[in-house]
């Protein structure tokens, strides 16, 4: 059942008031049938009993001679009269329906006749049709059946209605009725009106629905082009109350995060500055000493800090990097990037991959995968690298041929500084940063980074970047 439900908050309201607007309809149309059936049955019920009424008047008030043409005339193809010397049918039931309409009968005749009888059939008076009772007499008189009882009770089930009413010359007046089926088509106009307001409720449904989610929508799309580094105008605060203070709310978080990003670039940029200038004296000093053993280790020392201090603020200047984000194919960036470390002499392979467009920064995230490549080759002697699309994701592997690292330091190893100098090498290099920039690049564009150990030897890292 979830999966047939709609998933939009769009499609979810829709569903919701068609719903409701289906379930009211159905109620609306069965409380209506009801009272048009009610209605229809009194009214039919009112003309059998004043035409039994009339004709009953007459037939006192005209020779017996002309009874068999005023029964012709009287009758119908719903509405029979017969004359007879006994009653139509033995008895009457215990029906207080019947009791009402027979004291109807009775307000309706001149004078109350000496015996009245009324009988409603058994069933709806919409199953019923003077055809219908043609046809049971039919079977009855052709069974020969004379079980006064059961013809009686087939008579019933096909007539709505019987009277018989004595008349003042000791013989009976018969009337059988049954009310006939609805013409055909008689609910088109009701299913009609049920669809064409359903059409009109979905019409304003979907324009409202639009109205109220299109700013919801932006609002997404802008806060997940946020949070990959994309430069976002301000919002249009329109829509619903609560829309619009979300909107606002969105607004006044991303002004005051790229003030703060912009003040901390600053800051890093004096840094960077102040930084650079002692490192700079101290060795112009250091190249005075005369000692030469002491003068290559404070060059040395000098050398380590300069790189050490240009790492953390590469590091810290990824996090608060304002590159524009542009379309860029991954596999072809992937491909440069193999062939130019390949050009300086590190083993790296990039397989030919399908064309993945992906917006991204570029130069930002060429450095992650850099970084990730050369980590390979530096532990791992070679790099290989996939791209592959996996649902709305682009998927990186870097695979290499090294001793891997233990799955309990998988985490650990992202943090800045760290180098595992139990499973990577510990005379190869590096300051334990290049995990911790490529994670905050990636992560920097809406996607994750994650390490495995391969089956047959090395470790496999792979990068998920959202497409589109």
């Given at each position: 059942?979830?999966?047939?439900?709609?998933?939009?908050?769009?499609?979810?309201?829709?569903?919701?008031?068609?719903?409701?607007?289906?379930?009211?309809?159905?109620?609306?149309?069965?409380?209506?049938?009801g009272?048009?059936?009610?209605?229809?049955?009194?009214?039919?019920?009112?003309?059998?009993?004043?035409?039994?009424?009339?004709?009953?008047?007459?037939v006192?008030?005209?020779?017996?001679?002309?009874?068999?043409?005023l029964?012709?005339?009287?009758?119908?193809?719903?509405?029979?009269?017969?004359?007879?010397?006994?009653?139509?049918?033995?008895?009457?039931?215990?029906?207080?329906?019947?009791?009402?309409?027979?004291?109807?009968?009775?307000?309706?005749?001149?004078?109350?006749?000496?015996?009245?009888?009324?009988?409603?059939a058994?069933?709806?008076?919409?199953?019923?049709?003077?055809?219908?009772?043609?046809?049971?007499?039919?079977?009855?008189?052709?069974?020969?059946?004379?079980?006064?009882?059961?013809?009686?009770?087939?008579?019933?089930?096909?007539?709505?209605?019987?009277?018989?009413?004595?008349?003042?010359?000791?013989?009976?007046?018969?009337?059988?009725?049954?009310?006939?089926?609805?013409?055909?088509?008689?609910?088109?106009?009701?299913?009609?009106?049920?669809?064409?307001?359903?059409a009109?409720?979905?019409?304003?449904?979907?324009?409202?629905?639009?109205?109220?989610?299109?700013?919801?929508?932006?609002?997404?799309?802008?806060a997940?082009?946020?949070?990959?580094?994309?430069?976002?105008?301000?919002?249009?605060?329109?829509?619903?109350?609560?829309?619009?203070?979300?909107?606002?709310?969105?607004?006044?978080?991303?002004?005051?995060?790229?003030?703060?990003?912009?003040?901390?670039?600053?800051?890093?940029?004096?840094?960077?500055?102040?930084?650079?200038t002692?490192?700079?004296?101290?060795?112009?000093?250091?190249?005075?000493?005369?000692?030469?053993?002491?003068?290559?280790?404070?060059?040395?020392?000098?050398?380590?800090?300069?790189?050490?201090?240009?790492?953390?603020?590469?590091?810290?200047?990824?996090?608060?990097?304002?590159?524009?984000?542009?379309?860029?194919?991954?596999?072809?960036?992937?491909?440069?990037?193999?062939?130019?470390l390949?050009?300086?002499?590190?083993?790296?392979?990039?397989?030919?991959?399908p064309?993945?467009?992906?917006?991204?920064?570029?130069?930002?995230l060429?450095?992650?995968?850099?970084?990730?490549?050369?980590?390979?080759?530096?532990?791992?002697?070679?790099?290989?690298?996939?791209?592959?699309?996996?649902?709305?994701?682009?998927?990186?592997?870097?695979?290499?041929?090294?001793?891997?690292?233990?799955?309990?330091?998988?985490?650990?190893?992202?943090?800045?500084?760290?180098?595992?100098?139990?499973?990577?090498?510990?005379?190869?290099?590096?300051l334990?940063?290049?995990?911790?920039?490529?994670?905050?690049?990636?992560?920097?564009?809406?996607?994750?980074?994650?390490?495995?150990?391969?089956?047959?030897?090395?470790?496999?890292?792979?990068?998920?970047?959202?497409?589109?």
């Open positions: 059942m979830k999966r047939l439900l709609p998933r939009t908050l769009a499609g979810q309201l829709i569903a919701l008031l068609l719903g409701a607007l289906v379930v009211t309809q159905a109620v609306a149309a069965l409380v209506f049938i009272e048009r059936h009610r209605t229809i049955r009194n009214v039919v019920n009112e003309q059998v009993l004043q035409r039994t009424a009339g004709l009953a008047r007459l006192h008030r005209t020779p017996a001679g002309a009874h068999d043409a029964l012709r005339s009287a009758s119908s193809p719903f509405l029979r009269f017969s004359i007879g010397d006994a009653p139509g049918f033995a008895s009457d039931p215990d029906d207080p329906a019947a009791e009402d309409l027979r004291d109807r009968l009775r307000a309706l005749l001149d004078a109350p006749p000496a015996e009245l009888r009324l009988v409603l058994e069933h709806d008076w919409w199953d019923g049709a003077w055809q219908t009772f043609r046809r049971y007499e039919r079977r009855a008189r052709h069974r020969g059946d004379d079980d006064h009882e059961r013809r009686e009770r087939a008579v019933r089930r096909a007539a709505g209605m019987q009277i018989a009413l004595a008349l003042p010359d000791g013989r009976w007046l018969n009337a059988r009725a049954a009310a006939p089926r609805p013409p055909r088509g008689w609910g088109l106009y009701g299913l009609f009106t049920l669809a064409l307001a359903a009109l409720v979905v019409v304003i449904v979907i324009v409202s629905v639009r109205r109220i989610t299109r700013p919801m929508e932006r609002l997404a799309g802008a997940e082009a946020f949070g990959r580094g994309a430069e976002t105008p301000p919002l249009p605060e329109t829509g619903p109350a609560e829309v619009r203070r979300a909107t606002v709310a969105f607004n006044v978080m991303r002004e005051r995060i790229e003030r703060f990003v912009q003040d901390r670039t600053r800051m890093l940029a004096a840094i960077s500055h102040d930084l650079r002692p490192i700079s004296s101290l060795r112009i000093r250091a190249e005075f000493v005369e000692d030469e053993s002491l003068r290559a280790k404070m060059l040395e020392s000098l050398e380590e800090m300069q790189r050490m201090t240009e790492e953390t603020l590469a590091f810290l200047r990824e996090e608060s990097s304002t590159e524009p984000t542009r379309a860029v194919d991954l596999s072809a960036l992937v491909s440069s990037l193999a062939d130019d390949a050009d300086l002499g590190q083993d790296v392979t990039a397989a030919d991959g064309p993945l467009v992906c917006r991204c920064r570029t130069a930002a060429k450095r992650a995968l850099t970084n990730l490549a050369t980590n390979a080759v530096r532990y791992g002697k070679r790099a290989r690298i996939e791209v592959a699309r996996e649902g709305g994701d682009a998927v990186v592997t870097v695979d290499d041929d090294g001793p891997g690292i233990p799955p309990e330091d998988f985490e650990r190893v992202f943090e800045p500084f760290v180098r595992l100098e139990g499973s990577r090498n510990a005379e190869t290099g590096g334990g940063l290049g995990l911790a920039i490529a994670r905050s690049i990636v992560r920097g564009h809406g996607g994750e980074i994650a390490l495995a150990n391969r089956a047959e030897g090395g470790l496999r890292v792979q990068v998920r970047l959202p497409l589109g």
